[in-house]
């Protein structure tokens, strides 16, 4: 599977995938998304009260309001501009725009986000990088696990130990094991 | 080799929770910060916690856990087990949720371990404001209806209350209020002249003040501070405040209700112990807060006095969303 | 005298050097991590140093502030995924030389840029400071808002495909800033009666989201393709280099002290007005920006640390902190015995030259390690894409998550990542949503603030904007920037010019 996409291919922010003059797979329904999402964005803006105060210009509501109001108008533009034009020859949404990697790296992505809070981050990441290297780079097992098991515990120490940051432990007792070394460090009483 | 690893983890796991208050703590604790770092919550909390994690002999790990005016870190520690391995470290509005609509936990839901000290509002002003004291403050509102600009810090907040004080206690004040998202930035406003009077916490305005920043008009407090003893008490401007004061923003530390009766008691001695380091001590009287140091019963009925008073305060101000009758919380 | 002896002594004491080394060096690779955030760092730093004497305390906190907000451009230029707002304008034209193996180059530029900046923001500290807070402090709400209306009219130059995709993501921006409870009324925004919008969305989330997993998803395009071999012989500019862009970067680093002085705004911003400010006076840029102009990273390296000096100045005249890392130092000043405020300049004036004395020496170290590391950094970017893309998707959650302990910050980065991925196969730019994030507090809150001021009338409102010569040139200044932004303007440039050009060019 060959996936062509050297041209415009939208990896850097400054040149944007998009093509002057052509209409890519997919981009008229993002666009009718996007309008649609506007225009309810700007109802649910107009529902904003201030149950404290007053509801004039200094309002919760009037930079919300404002806002969404422009979102809806350049949506609409950009709707209506889009449907004008030609669709880009050759091009389909399976081929480059979610190709099967994209899919499934990006239902990984999700599962991993659902099974974050009760497995805990380090059955769930290193679950998350074997697959997704072994899928991606189709080595042997000794090297994806090696790869993905020496990089996660880098990156554990780096934000638990050294940040202190508190990831979800799940079914791993983090902090024990972690008081266990702080004792056995500290002289044991 | 299977059953060796699989005897070690559950043997870890079963110690774990098995192990109760005699070993207490017997792993790292975490310490939930409901404000952001640098703010006055934090500064407090990072300043009492080594202290109190020496008398305890374990691990206080603190992270700061903002958003929803604090309403968040609170549910996330009322969510976990009742333990002693999580604290909440936060300050006085959370008895307050109830009845601004922010949430239906509040403090009834947590032990105070400790209520750690008390800060005192004070009412500053721009320097080049047409007034020096509060009596002339009110003089100017009445001659000048609508023209003084006060800073506020949203519903609930300190400046909130204040300001519920004064008109319950002098008749409705024509004032704008400009809202700014804290004290500080609200201070600094004041000092630029975007506000001409605010009220804030002593600590936060005793240097402005030193430095001849912003001028004080009067402590709200029954007596003069010992850090500012020539600005007045606003009691001896009108006596009617004597029923209000003294009131303040306080900062606790706090754990799930049905926390085992002795990892309470041996937090709550640790905190105390950490409470009265010297150090500590001199950072709060430097930053103008009263040390409190109370817990148990004590700190149960404050916190009940404290939320009566308040939030009935505000119900008369009509400053509530819904009235602290409807939570059982009897009118002072 | 003492003076010059207080600011001596991080220079003569061997053990404060080390710390602010070890600071530094810790620092850029904290500001290179997305996820990982200077605030962060020094917060920890904090319950850490906490027996320490203040000196050494202020030390390592200072080289980690250095270094960080430099090693936000590392990660920009190498994989197009900023590790801090203030290096998400660094990106723009930084990653587009990585892709042609100009990656040595760019990080070379970078840090010898960022040391001038550095040095600049420390200079105007040393010199101008009680000057400069006291001209911050003349920042009405009215001028604030003004200042965002600026802000957002960058977009213009941040959506170099389509204008229109631009303003849409510019006004996406600002809803996304708005979601949650209001600050100042405590009111529901777009919160749809879910706990979940209840505390907003992060804005770390958003960034690490649109740059970060979108990226990486974007990267799975060509997994298989080879890295791109970078050619790092040359790294320190040349001196030719150095003093062609020498009369800019005063411009942009006069724009990152302003800015970083001002409390409320900070480097993030600061970085991308002077992006802006580059885009508009550089004439014959050797590439056109955003494929590589040089000019297009001097301008926001050499404004985000200067913004360093800059949010010193607020600090240490008034205690009043000029951006989220220096508010953490006042507390830690606070919990080591002094009183910040505008007292400490009269009564400890040592601590203020010494912490200049410090923010050179950080500087110092950090054009030291930026020059020297840089071999190891782009070996990441020849890394197997295979192994980087899952690596870059799990730093994303874990850095997402560490920002605020929460969970809903990684369903929002991890949502926002799957939009962005659209967003950029469909030509919409992400900067603007990036940047209308960023402005969104500064514009809503001070237009509300100022409007209230003047009882919520117009008259008053625009009265009081001609009545300050500040708010004046502020205003002027916008409607100047968005007139030169309209074709019109264009056109009739175009037309007045003509003539002129042919007669240089013949």
Redesign the interface.
């Known amino acids: 599977m060959k996936?062509e996409?050297?041209h415009h291919?939208?990896?850097?922010?400054?040149?944007?995938?998009?093509?002057?003059g052509q209409r890519?797979p997919?981009?008229l329904i993002?666009?009718a998304v996007?309008f649609l999402g506007?225009l309810f964005?700007v109802f649910?803006?107009w529902g904003?009260?201030?149950?404290?105060?007053?509801n004039?210009?200094?309002?919760?509501?009037?930079?919300?309001l404002a806002?969404?109001i422009?979102?809806a108008i350049?949506?609409g533009?950009?709707l209506f501009?889009d449907a004008r034009l030609p669709r880009v020859t050759g091009e389909t949404v399976m081929k480059d725009?979610l190709?099967v990697?994209?899919i499934i790296?990006?239902v990984m992505?999700?599962a991993?986000?659902v099974a974050?809070?009760p497995i805990g981050?380090l059955p769930t990441?290193a679950v998350?990088?074997i697959i997704?290297?072994k899928l991606?780079?189709?080595r042997g097992w000794g090297w994806t696990l090696l790869?993905?098991l020496g990089?996660?515990i880098l990156?554990w120490i780096?934000?638990r130990i050294v940040?202190?940051?508190?990831?979800?432990a799940g079914i791993v007792?983090e902090?024990?094991?972690?008081?266990m070394f702080?004792s056995l460090f500290q002289g044991a009483p | 080799m299977k059953r060796f690893v699989i005897g070690a983890v559950s043997a870890l796991v079963l110690g774990a929770s098995a192990a109760g208050a005699a070993d207490y703590p017997s792993k790292e604790i975490q310490g939930v910060i409901q404000w952001g770092a640098g703010g006055s919550t934090d500064t407090v909390m990072r300043s009492v916690t080594p202290h109190a994690e020496e008398a305890l002999g374990g691990t206080v790990v603190m992270q700061n856990m903002t958003g929803g005016v604090g309403a968040i870190a609170l549910n996330h520690v009322a969510g976990q087990a009742a333990d002693g391995y999580t604290l909440l470290m936060g300050a006085e509005n959370p008895l307050l949720y109830k009845v601004m609509g922010l949430g239906d936990k509040d403090y009834s839901d947590f032990t105070p371990i400790s209520i750690l000290a008390r800060g005192t509002p004070i009412l500053v002003a721009n320097p080049d404001a047409p007034f020096d004291d509060y009596a002339g403050m009110m003089a100017y509102i009445n001659d000048n209806p609508g023209e003084l600009r006060m800073g506020a810090t949203g519903p609930g907040g300190l400046p909130s209350v204040v300001t519920a004080m004064i008109n319950t206690v002098e008749g409705k004040m024509d004032v704008i209020s400009v809202p700014y998202d804290g004290d500080g930035p609200a201070l600094t406003a004041l000092q630029g002249g975007a506000i001409d009077v605010m009220p804030a916490v002593l600590g936060a305005a005793i240097e402005g003040i030193r430095a001849g920043k912003m001028k004080p008009l009067a402590i709200f407090d029954v007596a003069a501070n010992d850090k500012l003893p020539e600005v007045p008490p606003v009691t001896d401007f009108n006596d009617a405040y004597n029923t209000y004061l003294p009131w303040g923003p306080f900062f606790g530390v706090f754990v799930k209700k049905g926390t085992p009766d002795d990892v309470v008691a041996k937090l709550a001695d640790a905190y105390a112990k950490g409470a009265e380091n010297p150090a500590f001590v001199e950072l709060m009287d430097n930053r103008g807060f009263s040390m409190m140091g109370i817990s148990g019963a004590e700190a149960e009925a404050f916190l009940s006095k404290w939320q009566q008073g308040t939030t009935w305060l505000l119900q008369d101000a009509g400053l509530t969303k819904a009235s602290p009758e409807d939570f059982g919380i009897a009118r002072p | 005298m003492d003076a010059v002896l207080a600011f001596l002594t991080v220079f003569t004491q061997p053990e404060l050097l080390l710390l602010v080394g070890l600071g530094t060096f810790a620092g850029v690779y904290v500001g290179a991590i997305p996820g990982l955030s200077v605030t962060m760092a020094v917060s920890i730093l904090i319950s850490f140093t906490f027996s320490w004497d203040v000196y050494p305390a202020i030390s390592l906190m200072i080289g980690i502030y250095m270094g960080g907000v430099y090693g936000g451009s590392r990660t920009a230029i190498l994989l197009n995924i900023p590790g801090a707002p203030s290096a998400i304008a660094t990106a723009l034209d930084g990653y587009p030389l990585a892709k042609r193996g100009e990656a040595g180059t760019a990080i070379g530029v970078t840090t010898v840029m960022s040391f001038i900046g550095g040095f600049i923001g420390i200079g105007v500290l040393a010199v101008a400071a009680p000057f400069v807070s006291d001209f911050a402090l003349k920042f009405q709400p009215r001028d604030y808002m003004l200042l965002a209306v600026l802000g957002i009219l960058l977009v213009g130059s941040l959506s170099s495909g389509s204008l229109i995709k631009g303003i849409f993501a510019g006004a996406l921006g600002i809803a996304i800033g708005a979601v949650g409870r209001d600050p100042l009324t405590f009111t529901e925004r777009f919160t749809f009666d879910l706990p979940l919008m209840q505390g907003g969305i992060s804005f770390i989330a958003v960034m690490i989201g649109m740059f970060g997993v979108s990226e990486a998803l974007m990267q799975l395009h060509h997994v298989n393709k080879d890295a791109v071999r970078q050619k790092i012989s040359r790294i320190v500019p040349s001196l030719s280099t150095v003093k062609k862009h020498l009369p800019l970067s005063l411009q942009t680093s006069t724009i990152g002290v302003v800015i970083g002085a001002l409390p409320g705004t900070g480097g993030d911003i600061a970085a991308l007005m002077a992006y802006d400010h580059a885009k508009r006076v550089t004439k014959n840029p050797e590439r056109p920006f955003g494929d590589g102009a040089m000019e297009g990273l001097v301008a926001p390296e050499t404004a985000n640390n200067s913004a360093v000096g800059g949010a010193f100045i607020p600090m240490m005249t008034l205690g009043i902190p000029g951006d989220a890392v220096t508010a953490i130092m006042i507390g830690a000043l606070f919990i080591h015995g002094l009183n910040p405020g505008p007292m400490l300049m009269v009564d400890q004036p040592d601590m203020f030259w010494f912490i200049v004395g410090a923010l050179v020496m950080a500087n110092v170290f950090m054009l030291i390690f930026g020059l020297t590391g840089i071999k190891l950094f782009t070996k990441i970017v020849e890394m197997p894409r295979a192994v980087l893309i899952p690596l870059i998707m799990l730093l994303s959650i874990v850095g997402a998550y560490a920002v605020n302990n929460s969970l809903s910050d990684v369903y929002w980065m991890l949502g926002f990542g799957f939009f962005g991925y659209f967003m950029r196969h469909y030509g919409y730019p992400l900067g603007p949503v990036i940047l209308g994030v960023i402005l969104s507090r500064l514009l809503d809150d001070n237009w509300r603030r100022a409007i209230i001021s003047e009882r919520e009338d117009l008259g008053r409102f625009f009265g009081g904007i001609f009545s300050s010569p500040l708010s004046t040139v502020l205003l002027i200044a916008v409607i100047l920037i968005f007139v030169s932004q309209t074709p019109l303007w264009t056109r009739a440039k175009a037309h007045i010019l003509k003539p002129r050009n042919q007669g240089v060019q013949g």
């Open positions: 996936i996409t050297e291919d939208g990896t850097s922010d400054a040149t944007p995938g998009g093509y002057e890519r997919g981009e993002f666009g996007m506007s964005l649910s803006a904003i009260e201030n149950t404290f105060g007053p004039g210009l200094s309002s919760p509501r009037a930079i919300p806002t969404t422009v979102m350049a949506a533009v950009i501009k725009i190709p990697n994209v790296l990006a992505l999700v991993y986000g974050l809070k981050f990441s998350f990088l997704a290297i991606l780079a189709r790869v993905s990089s996660l990156i780096v934000f940040f202190t940051v508190l990831i979800p007792p902090a024990e094991v972690i008081q702080r």
